[in-house]
């Protein structure tokens, strides 16, 4: 059974950084496309950040020069490091994983960006 549990969420003020982690199990993490997507109120959900099982990485515009995605393939982990924070990131942030057309999901951990 696969799982995917993200945590690090939370309310940080613009300018602000947090970290979020997603722990994968039930899967061959070394092998996966590993990577954060966010969906904010009304609007769909969207890439922020990928990361191959290669090691090669793609960030949205949006948050190039902002945020860095990571893996540690020894402890199953992705990490996304946030920082320069700003309102417009406010959203539920999603971990997945993929390895062949169809992706598995995280349960999603709020990012909430407010003064």
């Known amino acids: 059974q696969v799982q995917l549990v993200e945590s690090g969420g939370g309310l940080v003020e613009p300018g602000g950084s947090l970290r979020l982690s997603c722990a994968a199990s039930g899967i061959i993490f070394s092998r996966y496309v590993m990577g954060w997507h966010r969906q904010a109120p009304g609007k769909q959900r969207e890439m922020v950040a990928v990361i191959s099982s290669g090691g090669g990485i793609d960030y949205a515009d949006s948050v190039k020069g902002r945020f860095t995605i990571s893996r540690d393939n020894a402890k199953n982990t992705v990490n996304l490091q946030m920082n320069s924070l700003k309102p417009e990131d406010t959203a539920v942030y999603y971990c997945?994983?993929?390895?062949?057309?169809?992706?598995?999901w995280g349960q999603g951990t709020q990012v909430t960006v407010s003064p």
């Open positions: 997945y994983a993929r390895y062949t057309t169809t992706p598995y």
